[in-house]
């Protein structure tokens, strides 16, 4: 975990993309104010925090060092036993889902699979039922 608010900011901007001049067009400060925030000389105040959060970035684990539990590591194998079981409910259903259904089926599934270590076919056999 990297420990000062500055170096999480750094490592979240790189992890996205963005370099310091992006952060300054995207919040409206100027370079300086920037370099300040990721050297811990300055901090932010709410509506550069607020413009981050609207750019997908994790101001939870920025600010605290905690990531909150969305952003928790998934695991490989539960999300491919996921996604291999949905497309064999699906197929047996004779259904086809757009993208954005199918993978908020698939979330759905995972999130019970995680908690309770299995992957429940009926779940998924009733999600696609109501689906339809």
Do not use: W
């Not at 997908?56 to 909150?68: E, S």
């Not at 949905?86 to 995680?114: F, I, N, R, S």
């Amino acid at each position: 975990m990297t420990s000062t608010f500055g170096s999480r900011l750094v490592a979240q901007r790189d992890l996205l993309g963005f370099s310091q001049g992006d952060m300054c067009a995207l919040t409206g400060i100027n370079r300086k104010t920037q370099f300040a925030y990721e050297k811990d000389q300055r901090y932010p105040d709410a509506g550069y925090l607020l413009k981050l959060v609207d750019a997908n970035f994790d101001v939870q684990y920025i600010l605290t060092g905690q990531r909150p539990p969305r952003f928790s590591a998934l695991s490989q194998e539960l999300l491919q036993e996921v996604l291999m079981r949905v497309d064999q409910e699906l197929q047996a259903a004779a259904k086809v889902l757009d993208a954005t259904t199918k993978a908020k089926l698939a979330a759905l599934v995972y999130h019970g699979a995680a908690k309770s270590g299995r992957v429940d076919t009926d779940l998924i056999a009733k999600a696609i039922a109501l689906i339809s």
